[in-house]
């Protein structure tokens, strides 16, 4: 909205909000079971009708500029370890050949 683009998220083209105003996903992109277990139409409307303080925005653009996560510690501290767990390993592993050792990769 700030850009320009649209006058309401819903009116932007490539907005998720019709699809999580209405619970209907014409594009079929989103897990929309998922959005109606979570009593998400009811969430979407709270949530667009609060106003967000200035500082929010600006600590939100900090961070996407950064490329890092935003949110309390917890969440950061499960980001970190989603990352670890992500990270490959790799290492020497004996090889059924003798003299040749094989490289471990998982990605």
Do not use: C
Request: hydrophobic share 35%; proline share 5%; glycine share 8%.
């Amino acid at each position: 909205m700030r850009a320009g683009l649209a006058e309401q998220p819903v009116d932007y083209e490539w907005s998720s909000a019709e699809a999580h105003l209405s619970g209907h996903d014409r594009r079929r992109l989103l897990d929309m079971e998922f959005f109606r277990q979570s009593r998400g139409v009811e969430n979407w409307l709270q949530l667009l009708g609060m106003p967000v303080p200035e500082a929010d925005y600006r600590l939100l653009r900090k961070s996407t500029h950064a490329g890092q996560a935003l949110g309390d510690e917890s969440f950061l501290e499960s980001i970190r370890f989603q990352q670890q767990a992500r990270k490959p390993m790799t290492g020497a592993v004996a090889s059924d050949h003798p003299g040749e050792e094989l490289t471990l990769a998982a990605g």
